[in-house]
């Protein structure tokens, strides 16, 4: 019927959708079949199937694939949300390349890692160097870096502050304390509630956490709701309000200033959900790269901690032990361009 017939597709967030879904999408499309897709597979949180050609519509029985994307995929490696800091942050947790246990997951050659925006320095990636246990320094080219933050005229640079904030909590009751009362001198040092998110990576009684949150800047007379709460609407911002969210609203929207908190799950997996810690660090990512400017991350004792300090560190650089596919639990390069 009619209703079928569409002359062209677009999916957003294509990493959460599975091969199915671009299956039925093709099939509704006249010819030629116009079918576009966007995907970042770091932030797979509910799934870890990279949305390739091969993949997705397979192969020929003469091996050719039914889909042949080669020399028409395009790599976006510029980032206008989140500051330089933020974003080299983000890979590395999203990677483990600071973890003690070693990278779990990522790009393992010089041209992956510049179609993600970066300059390899230092370093190679070939098997000598991982046995040997090389270094490897890379930094984020100036022209991939077009957040007014990282202009180095950026006129208000003494009045932003510090824009990553680590802070370890003994407890989760501590957390939540020490998070509204940040909030409050947010409120009072001139940001608006709805300037303000706060999300969580996905952990034990995520719903109660929540709400324990709301019920804490209530405490302190700041308004706030849960996206998708009883009796409300579907929408991420209200005015005069802050947003709280669970990790799977989040994505997709911003927030100049977000608290990135729970994130000690970032190294646990839940079992009940057949997690890996792949999936919690997609989480992190996700995190992480909601905020346009400033990011408070807490949580309790965990060893996620020292990565982000590390990198914190390091910045403007990444340096990291050699890697390469074979030592990866998940290989991020991109095969069919």
């Excluded at 006129?155 to 939540?176: F, M, Q, V, Y």
Aim: glycine letters at 6%; hydrophobic letters at 35%; charged letters at 25%.
């Amino acid at each position: 019927t009619d209703i079928w017939n569409y002359d062209s597709v677009i999916i957003d967030e294509g990493q959460d959708l599975p091969p199915s879904f671009y299956r039925l999408a093709r099939n509704t499309l006249l010819e030629p079949k116009r079918l576009y897709w966007a995907y970042d597979e770091a932030q797979g949180i509910g799934s870890l199937i990279v949305p390739e050609s091969s993949t997705i519509f397979g192969k020929n029985s003469d091996g050719s694939l039914v889909v042949d994307l080669r020399g028409r995929a395009e790599n976006w490696y510029k980032s206008y949300r989140n500051p330089s800091l933020l974003l080299m942050i983000a890979h590395a947790i999203n990677m483990g390349l600071l973890r003690k246990k070693g990278v779990l997951q990522g790009v393992s050659n010089q041209k992956q890692w510049e179609n993600l925006g970066y300059e390899v320095l230092e370093g190679d990636f070939t098997q000598n160097s991982v046995k040997e246990g090389k270094l490897v320094k890379i930094t984020r080219k100036p022209e991939n870096n077009p957040h007014g933050v990282d202009n180095d005229n950026f006129p208000h640079r003494e009045a932003l502050g510090d824009i990553l904030i680590i802070k370890i909590l003994r407890n989760e009751i501590e957390e939540k304390s020490w998070i509204a009362q940040q909030i409050k001198r947010d409120l009072e040092q001139g940001l608006q509630p709805h300037d303000i998110l706060i999300t969580a990576l996905e952990g034990k009684k995520q719903k109660q956490y929540l709400e324990s949150l709301k019920q804490e800047l209530f405490n302190y007379n700041i308004p706030s709701f849960i996206v998708g709460e009883k009796n409300s609407t579907d929408q991420f911002y209200k005015q005069g309000f802050v947003t709280i969210s669970n990790i799977y609203r989040a994505k997709g929207n911003e927030a100049w200033k977000v608290y990135a908190c729970r994130f000690h799950y970032a190294t646990q997996p839940l079992e009940y959900k057949q997690e890996t810690e792949l999936h919690k660090r997609n989480e992190a990512l996700v995190a992480l790269t909601r905020s346009r400017v400033w990011c408070v991350v807490t949580g309790l004792q965990s060893p996620i901690f020292e990565e982000l300090q590390e990198a914190k560190n390091q910045f403007p650089y990444l340096i990291f032990p050699a890697f390469n596919s074979k030592s990866l639990q998940r290989v991020m390069d991109n095969n069919e361009e």
